[in-house]
């Protein structure tokens, strides 16, 4: 009998552990037992369409369990430990002196140079890392003969704007520099990014020319102009006044907190951060003879209520909306993307994009100096 009593109680214990997801319940802030984008921490949404099987917008316990368990069981052939990212070619190139301040790149082996795409990776401007690049991205470009660079950059904690979008800005000058070394075409360099990395590649896209000709060194002297960007969840504007405007909501989005070295949300009233909140925001910069880009969001085009929380409301397709009608009064181009009509990000299109625009540039296109 006793043995039996054991038996029944193992068996419970069993379906109770199978039948809990400590992610779901630890981030379900309403309850309705799945998770949305914006319950999960926003390290997370990176791989939030994967963890969506369905595409329906939540992930269940079901799906999050299948998701790790994929994950956990998956091959690792030559490729980095714990990752799927293929090991790069070049590893950690140094750009600068402080140990955030490098790059991977993926040479595409070729007789002649080739075009590169360099990835941003997002993460609020607090975290992250470049091997944050996805996998099906990365394949895909090297397959279509497209070399590919992952940079790092300082992070808010260790310094605020413009820190992140000057690392970046740096990492393309010195792979440009170097672009013999990496059998590259320096006029033909692309960004990509999800998030804050789609903020810094916006921001690059737009920016004048950070090039510094009477420089004595040889680095800083070369363009930081690109040929196209392709851009995923981007905030269009990262200031925080803008974005209160945009969503009819009070509240700032925590990740640009410390990225502004600000104190609180009341400091965004506090007049000496306005220029920095202007000189961060990739709209400012925009210009009739700006680069082609094409955006995606994931995050569904549904109006929000208003007060809207940072995470609801920081990735929402209306910074595209507005982007693209910025964009449109400059008669440039832009692609504006919607989950409603490509539930998975449509890789393809990216990358066939990317070798649409690297066709169209000739030699005496690239710019130098300033815009």
């Known amino acids: 009998m006793k043995k039996i009593w054991i038996i ?7 379906v109770t552990c199978a039948a809990q997801n400590r992610f779901v319940e630890r981030f379900d802030k309403n309850g309705d037992g799945k998770l949305s984008r914006a319950e999960i921490p926003e390290p997370a949404r990176t791989v939030f369409d994967q963890a969506d099987k369905n595409a329906d917008g939540f992930i269940t316990a079901e799906e999050d369990d299948a998701f790790r368990k994929s994950r956990s069981s998956r091959p690792n052939r030559g490729r980095t430990p714990g990752s799927r990212t293929p090991k790069p070619s070049h590893e950690n190139i140094p750009y600068g002196t402080h140990e955030r301040q490098v790059y991977d790149v993926w040479q595409v082996e070729s007789s002649t140079p080739t075009s590169l795409v360099i990835f941003y990776h997002g993460g609020g401007f607090r975290g992250g890392d470049k091997r944050r690049i996805k996998p099906q991205l990365l394949d895909a470009l090297l397959q279509k003969g497209i070399s590919v660079a992952a940079v790092n950059y300082r992070l808010s904690d260790a310094a605020p704007f413009p820190a992140q979008m000057h690392d970046a800005a740096r990492a393309l000058q010195h792979i440009r520099h170097h672009a013999k070394r990496y059998n590259i075409d320096p006029e033909k360099i692309g960004a990509t990014g999800g998030s804050a990395g789609a903020s810094i590649s916006l921001w690059i896209a737009f920016h004048d020319d950070l090039a510094d000709p009477k420089s004595e060194e040889k680095v800083a002297r070369e363009s930081t102009r690109i040929t196209a960007a392709v851009v995923t969840a981007a905030q269009s504007s990262i200031d925080p006044r803008f974005i209160q405007k945009l969503f009819n909501t009070d509240q700032v989005d925590s990740a640009l907190l410390p990225l502004f070295g600000m104190k609180g949300p009341e400091d965004i009233d506090d007049k ?29 085009n549904k109006p929000l209520q208003p007060n809207s929380s940072g995470p609801e409301h920081i990735h929402h397709p209306k910074f595209g909306i507005v982007l693209k009608e910025k964009m449109k009064e400059k008669g440039l181009e832009c692609h504006l993307l919607f989950k409603e009509d490509h539930p998975r990000e449509p890789t393809d299109q990216f990358v066939a994009f990317f070798l649409e625009k690297f066709s169209e540039k000739t030699g005496d296109e690239l710019k130098d100096g300033a815009k």
């Open 8 to 14: 029944l109680l193992t068996l419970c214990l069993c």
């Open 272 to 300: 000496a951060f306005h220029p920095l909140f202007e000189e961060a925001s990739p709209l400012n910069h925009l210009t009739r003879d700006d680069v082609p880009i094409m955006v995606y969001y994931n995050q569904p």
